[in-house]
Nanobody, 126 residues
Framework: QVQLVESGGGLVQAGGSLRLSCVASGVTFRSYGMGWFRQAPGKEREFVAS????????DYVGFVKGRFTISRDNAKNTVYLQMSSLKPEDTAVYYCARVVRPFFRGSGRISEYDSWGQGTQVTVSS
């Protein structure tokens, strides 16, 4: 089972930026699509962004388009989420996740991911 470890969360003022990182164990990282999700208190976990194993294709939920960028460095087994123009409503625990099988292009469905990190807290103050 792959292990995913997120980092980079913290407290930032509205309009600020953060870069989240997620390091994965294992040698097959480049074969798997990855995604970022978030969960705010009292709300369901929701999709934020995804990226294919090669990094060639990315997908975003509408409310982060133009503000967030997902990327990956397969040499470092790491996927990133660069977040800019942060808003208080972006406050949540952010999770990275790996798709259920190799060479599968995940989308926004939680059921398409079967490995999850522990999450990193992002708090945006107004």
């Amino acid at each position: 089972q792959v292990q995913l470890v997120e980092s980079g969360g913290g407290l930032v003022q509205a309009g600020g930026s953060l870069r989240l990182s997620c390091v994965a164990s294992g040698v097959t990282f480049r074969s798997y699509g990855m995604g970022w999700f978030r969960q705010a208190p009292g709300k369901e976990r929701e999709f934020v962004a995804s990226i294919t194993g090669s990094g060639s294709y990315t997908d975003y939920v509408g409310f982060v388009k133009g503000r967030f960028t997902i990327s990956r460095d397969n040499a470092k087994n790491t996927v990133y989420l660069q977040m800019s123009s942060l808003k208080p409503e972006d406050t949540a625990v952010y999770y990275c996740a790996r798709v259920v099988r190799p060479f599968f292009r995940g989308s926004g469905r939680i059921s398409e991911y079967d490995s999850w990190g522990q999450g990193t807290q992002v708090t945006v103050s107004s």
